[in-house]
């Protein structure tokens, strides 16, 4: 019993521990290796865990022959776009949320909250036949827009949350020696709160670089795709190798998984709230 | 919290409130507005008030697409989130073992399915299930012969069952943190007194740990339950919803929010599929105020 309890407990937790990493990085190695697979070798009825002759074909291939980089270009723009508009859109509302006394704030917030529950694939249903009637479909602009109806909100929710957490007496005390409203946000709330407007502009930057849904209905041309509705179309394609795909794949998600690891430190219950994972 | 003067205030919210008025929420009322009308494919542009009529052929009877969708999802629900949690609580109780060396690795290295975009895992694991190339089949053959195969997304209950799998991996890590950050909260003087009070690890773990961690697992449960409740990236990039029995039924993995997707977007039933939004909307919404209410949130806001 002593014996198991020295070395059965810890034998068995690794036993575990290196079960749940194959579990959890195998797909990641699978993409990496079929990343440098040549052309169809992949589709074969017998497993094989490395390519027989490893090449860089298919990162040439997504370079040049389709039109990747636009799509890099696109998401690149749109998701700047949703990430600068919605800090700036939401930065004073939710200072004046988070210290400003007035009628109407407890509906406000219920609101917020109203329209954080709508899923925005139901969203997606309006949203798609304003901007047809308006004659944004199609354009990255309208995306933006899009993205913009979950983005305020969220930055809003997340910006107040952190607002709160700063102690009150700082900007009240700079109020009584004389300070204007103004200066007690630009001169305090706002270097204080640098920390968590950049964790809510990349966590902004990164819902809207990995959409998939919006993206896919209101884009219409391949050259104004962003990258998941680019990818999307590359893999349901049964003639084009899966090498392709998984060479952009690698490609798209290496910087944002290391931003999102690197991040993940400062995810504490207000900065998960709605959202990250779309 | 301080008075300002009502026209402060007022430059302050209205670029939130105007931003969020257009974007967010008129959308929402139209919306409304919509699902009051009969507008779809054919009817695009010159569509009439028809009233309540979504609403009722949405809730007619007990077989109406609306409750089997919704029965599939709540299905769906009920099997993942122990799922999550169960591997979420595991994952973080070997990672908070005295005896595991090399936490700072171990821990990235399970944490890395949540930094996958959502739809690359979908993708990926489509390709795995595949019948005859998917990396799932090709190591059954191993096992099971040349000629075998699984019926991961060909079979309605294996279907199902293949969405639960890549919801696993891609959602156990959200748990796995919220619960070892709950973990090392916990104060060792309380282990240490049940230890000289006689406890053994299992009465320690259902006394102590489990108590001490609910206060982290409600709301992330609550929060997880919402999110797989709303899934559509895994369901509708893997399966597109099928398989499909007959055109007129909803598939095996046609949750609602890819009947949503695809009512709207591949049949264009825009009144009809606004109607069962605002259904859903309003279940949802509820869910969300009465958790808020029960962790006293609201009242916190309040203040």
């Not at chain 2, 709950?182 to 740990?209: C, H, M, N």
Request: aromatic content about 16%.
């Amino acid at each position: 019993m002593r014996i198991l309890a020295r070395f059965g407990v810890p034998a068995l937790l690794y036993v575990f521990l290196s079960a749940m990493v194959i579990f959890a990085l195998f797909p990641a190695f699978f993409v990496v290796q079929a990343a440098f697979r040549p052309g169809q070798s992949l589709y074969t009825l017998t497993l094989s865990l490395w390519p027989d002759h490893p090449t860089l074909d298919n990162f040439t291939y997504i370079f040049t022959q389709i039109p990747f980089p636009s799509w890099l270009r696109n998401s690149l723009g749109v998701s700047v776009g949703t990430m600068v508009a919605g800090l700036i859109g939401s930065a004073t509302g939710a200072y004046a949320l988070s210290r400003f006394r007035f009628a109407g704030k407890q509906m406000t917030l219920i609101l917020l909250l109203a329209i954080q529950a709508f899923p925005s694939v139901l969203a997606l249903i309006p949203i798609y036949l304003i901007l047809k009637t308006i004659g944004l479909v199609g354009s990255p602009f309208g995306l933006v827009l899009a993205y913009m109806s979950v983005a305020l909100v969220f930055c809003t929710w997340n910006l107040k949350g952190y607002f709160d957490t700063i102690p009150r007496e700082l900007d009240e005390a700079a109020l009584i020696d004389g300070c204007s409203v103004t200066q007690a946000f630009w001169r305090i709330i706002l270097p204080l709160s640098i920390p968590a407007l950049a964790v809510t502009a990349l966590l902004m930057f990164l819902t809207a670089w990995n959409e998939w849904v919006m993206a896919s209905v209101l884009l219409l041309d391949e050259n104004t795709y962003t990258v998941p509705v680019g990818l999307w179309g590359l893999q349901n394609d049964y003639r084009v190798p899966w090498g392709y795909f998984a060479a952009a794949s690698l490609i798209v998600s290496i910087p944002v998984m290391a931003l999102f690891l690197g991040l993940q430190r400062y995810f504490r219950a207000g900065l998960t709230v709605g959202g990250v994972k779309g | 919290m301080y008075r300002v003067r009502a026209a402060t205030t007022l430059v302050y919210l209205s670029p939130m409130i105007i931003g969020v008025g257009l974007i967010s929420f008129y959308p929402i009322l139209y919306n409304v507005f919509i699902s009051a009308t009969n507008q779809n494919l054919y009817h695009f542009r010159r569509y009439s008030f028809i009233g309540l009529t979504n609403y009722q052929s949405l809730l007619k009877t007990f077989d109406a697409d609306f409750f089997i969708v919704l029965g599939k999802t709540f299905l769906f629900v009920a099997i993942c989130i122990p799922l999550f949690l169960g591997v979420g609580m595991l994952a973080a109780l070997a990672l908070n073992h005295p005896a595991v060396r090399f936490k700072a690795f171990w821990r990235v290295a399970l944490i890395v399915p949540w930094a996958v975009p959502s739809y690359i895992t979908a993708l990926v694991w489509k390709f795995f299930f595949n019948g005859e190339f998917g990396t799932l089949n090709q190591l059954y053959r191993v096992v099971a012969g040349p000629q075998a195969g699984l019926p991961w997304l060909t079979d309605p209950n294996w279907a199902f069952a293949s969405i639960v799998l890549a919801n696993l991996w891609m959602s156990y890590p959200f748990f796995m943190v919220v619960i070892l950050g709950a973990l090392q909260s916990i104060p060792s003087e309380l282990y240490e007194a049940a230890a000289v009070d006689g406890a053994g690890a299992w009465r320690k773990f259902w006394r102590i740990t489990l108590p001490l961690l609910r206060p982290a697992i409600l709301p992330a449960t609550v929060l997880s339950a919402i999110l797989t409740f709303n899934t559509l990236n895994t369901a509708y990039l893997i399966t597109t919803g099928g398989p499909f029995e007959s055109a007129a039924k909803p598939g095996a993995t046609e949750f609602v929010m890819v009947y949503a997707f695809r009512e709207a977007f591949q049949l264009f039933n825009f009144g009809y599929i606004a109607a069962f939004a605002v259904v859903i909307f309003v279940m949802l919404f509820g869910v969300t105020l009465g958790s808020l209410r029960f962790s006293g949130l609201v009242r916190e806001e309040g203040r």
